[in-house]
Structure formats: C-alpha cells, structure tokens
C-alpha cells in the first residue's frame, strides 16, 4: 500500500525509527503544514509537499504523525476531501503492533510477561513493559548566552544539542523528566542502589547522550569516562562537565573488540580498575565488552549493561560477564523495542538491563 506520512517534527521522525509499523506500507511521500519545509528532502530520497498538493498523489492511506491529530484530521477531511477510511494516526499502528505482541505471548503464564500484555490490551505500545509511572513531570527548557538549551539537573546545567527538537506544553519548551525510565520498578534501572557507586570511584558511563547518570555521581567520583560516538551529544556533554574537567575523560569513538580510528576498546581507553560501568550502546555491548576483557577481569566493578536492543543480547552479555569471573542478574520487567529493524519478525520481549558483579548475587540470579 501506498502512504503518505503526514509529519515533520519528532513524533514523525520517531515513527520513522520503527520500522515494524509501517511494514507493507510504501512511503512515496511527505506533507506537513509547516511551508518552510516544502520542496526539502525529509527521508531517504522523500521530499516534503504541500498539503494542496496531495490530490496530485496517487496514494492508498495517510499515516498522520503528529500530537495535532484531531485538527488534522478535520483538515484532510473537510478542506482535502479524503475520505475517512483513508487516514491513519500513528497510534492506529501501534495499537496494531500491540495486539500482535498480546497474541504472541497470551498463553504465557509469567506474572511479568501477564503485567505486560495487560497494558498492551489496551492499545498502548510501552516500550517499558508494564512500567507506566503515573506522576509524569516534564523539565523546563531553559536558553544560557549562547542560546544554547539546558535543563536543570539536580541543581547543575544539562545541556542539549542546539538542533534537538523538544515539546511544547503551554507555550515553553519542556523535555519529559530525564529520569523517567530511572525508577525503582523500571525494566531500564541502571543502578539498584546507590550505594554501588563507591566514593572516590572510577566509573566508566558508555553510551552518555544527555548525561544524567554520569552527571548525578561526578563529584563522588574521582574519575569518569564519557563515552559517547554522537559528536552532537559530545558538544552538549563538554558544556554539562565543564567544571569538571580535573575528573573527566572524553571519548568520542565507539566502542568495540577493534581499535581503528573510528573505534577504541575498554582494554585500551581504561587505565585504571574500574569500580561501576554503565553501557548503553545501541546493541554493540557485546562487542565492547569482548575489547573490555582485560580490565574486566582485573576489575572488581558493578555493571549494568543493556541487553534489550538485539534478541538475544541477555544471553550473550551474561556468557560474557560470567566467563569474566561475574555473577549476573536481570533487571525487573520486560522491554518491547520497536527501534530493532527485526522486531517485525520477532515481536519478542526482552530484559532491559543484566547486572553483572564479582559478589555472591541474590535476586533474580537466573543463569543461561
């Protein structure tokens, strides 16, 4: 089927990222209010076009992505004249993409995978499972000099790239709180206690973007590494640490199993025992924790690393972890990731963060 996506702002570049929500569907075209858009390529080779336009279009449905849904909607109806039965919401496709996760796991009998589908019964695509806070806090966007975008972080500037698109709630910009997915019962957790955060520490943070995790322990530390490829966060993160740059080491390349230029490895990037190491690396986990082996193995560090990008990453970062001498645990909950170009196919939940530590482990202390 032919689509049109209707969109130029973050939820459409969102949708985009999710690739199991538009599959069957053939993009041909953009289209957006917003006429300082027209005419300027917003997707692989697609250009954005007027809304007028679209008659001229040969198309079977319109995927609207965007907040505005009801004026839209109204919009393509009363003044564009497509019939009803033509247009789609971003939402209609989750709710789709939802079911399909209900029917694949509805005879499973696990109280957390249960927790799950109870809140995809309902439509709601939650890539955090059954974690669904209800005091939702939004952070004030605030300029400096520059007009450079920061937040307020535990008393301390976070800055955000320039270009970074945020919300609009009552005519300011806000950005949902940064530590949403930081709770006690969220699958994402990427420190139990507070007290694995030794003082006076080395903390390895791999995979920084906005830096609350690295920027909520800094003065307890007494050296961090920030490892982040993104050379938009980069900028942002040397404005966040600028007072700190007695502790902090910067690393922009990615990490792996290979040195090259574009890529580094714990082994060679790390000088010292590592005491807590924090990776989230979009699925290269495992990669960088084979090029970590050596400072591992002679660490005696607290680990979180992701294990929900790729189906099977749990399994291979415990192997990994417990061929380093490491106990390891699993978060709490399951994670749904849309973002993985295979979850189509595989529609599978996944444990969001493995604990790894050289300590008899209790919990959830499953192995293989």
Not at 211 to 220: Q, S
Not at 312 to 341: A, C, N, V, W
Request: proline share 3%; charged share 30%.
């Amino acid at each position: 089927m032919k689509a049109v996506i209707w969109g130029a702002g973050g939820t459409a570049a969102d949708f985009l990222r999710r690739k199991m929500l538009y599959e069957g569907y053939e993009i041909i075209a953009f289209t957006d209010n917003n006429s300082n858009v027209w005419g300027k390529v917003f997707w692989e080779d697609k250009k954005m076009i007027a809304p007028s336009l679209l008659k001229e279009l040969e198309f079977d449905v319109i995927i609207v992505c965007s907040l505005h849904m009801e004026a839209i909607y109204d919009q393509l109806i009363e003044k564009l004249h497509i019939p009803a039965d033509r247009i789609l919401s971003y939402r209609d496709l989750e709710k789709t993409a939802a079911a399909r996760v209900v029917d694949q796991y509805k005879y499973r009998k696990e109280k957390e995978i249960q927790d799950v589908l109870a809140v995809y019964r309902k439509g709601i695509l939650n890539v955090l499972g059954s974690y669904l806070p209800e005091d939702i806090r939004y952070c004030e966007v605030y300029r400096d000099e520059e007009a450079y975008p920061y937040i307020m972080f535990e008393g301390k500037r976070m800055y955000y790239p320039p270009d970074y698109k945020f919300q609009i709630k009552d005519g300011k910009e806000v950005i949902l709180d940064v530590l949403y997915e930081q709770g006690e019962d969220s699958p994402h957790l990427y420190v139990r206690d507070g007290r694995e955060i030794p003082d006076d520490g080395v903390i390895v943070d791999a995979g920084v973007c906005e830096g609350n995790f690295a920027l909520r322990y800094v003065e307890r530390a007494r050296k961090i590494y920030l490892i982040e490829s993104d050379p938009k966060w980069m900028d942002a993160l040397r404005r966040t640490f600028s007072d700190y740059s007695d502790k902090v080491v910067y690393c922009s390349k990615y990490l792996s199993r290979f040195e090259t230029k574009e890529m580094t490895t714990l082994d060679a990037l790390v000088e010292e025992e590592i005491d807590f190491l924090k990776m989230d690396i979009e699925g290269a986990e495992i990669d960088a924790l084979l090029g970590g082996r050596d400072i591992l193995q002679r660490s005696n560090a607290k680990c979180a690393i992701c294990s929900y990008h790729r189906q099977f990453d749990e399994k291979y970062i415990r192997f990994l972890l417990q061929s380093y001498g490491y106990m390891t645990e699993h978060s709490k909950g399951y994670m749904f990731f849309p973002y993985d170009d295979n979850m189509g196919s595989t529609l599978d939940l996944r444990r969001g963060v493995v604990y790894g530590r050289k300590e008899a482990a209790v919990g959830n202390r499953s192995g293989l």
